[in-house]
């Protein structure tokens, strides 16, 4: 059975997992403005890159993969930040959620430290389960954005 790649908005899916474009949009040079993420096809190769550091991040590193399955290619390349508070783009799928689904691991450097990541749709704030120590999803429903203030409602699950 042949790999199936779709074009879904913001970019792909592949397999079953999503790689998607990103970046805040807005007219002023805020924090966000440094951070997003991108996505090509070109043939049988797709490429996602990521910036997820800022100006004030200083804990920044690098990691990525490439995987293959049935003459698709997916490479993966992201700059990233163990202190980044806020993410204009979207965070790619594991390596394990690949290889769950039979892709084969061609070249691996680093890792993606962030658990589940929720962002606020208004400030771009993250919500990091494991350094919360709470999962989103358990928190009361009338729990806010302690940046914006945002409903619960406004966070979308983004890696």
Known sequence: M??????????FSIDGL????????????????YSW???KKKGDTIVFEAKMTAPDTKDNFNWG???RKEGITVTVLVED???KEIF????PPSVKQW???????????GDREDGVVWRCAICKWLYKDDKEGTSFENLLDDWRCPLC??????FEKIG
């Open 149 to 154: 203030k945002a409903k619960k409602s406004e």
């Open 37 to 39: 993420s991108k996505v």
């Open 65 to 67: 993969y490439t995987v």
């Open 99 to 109: 290889e769950s689904r039979g892709w084969e691991v061609i070249e691996k450097y």
């Open 88 to 91: 204009s783009g979207f965070i």
């Open 18 to 33: 999503e790689l998607l474009r990103g970046k805040c949009g807005c007219t002023s040079i805020a924090k966000c403005c």
């Open 2 to 11: 042949a790999v199936l790649v779709e074009k879904v908005a913001g970019g």
């Open 81 to 83: 930040a163990r202190d």
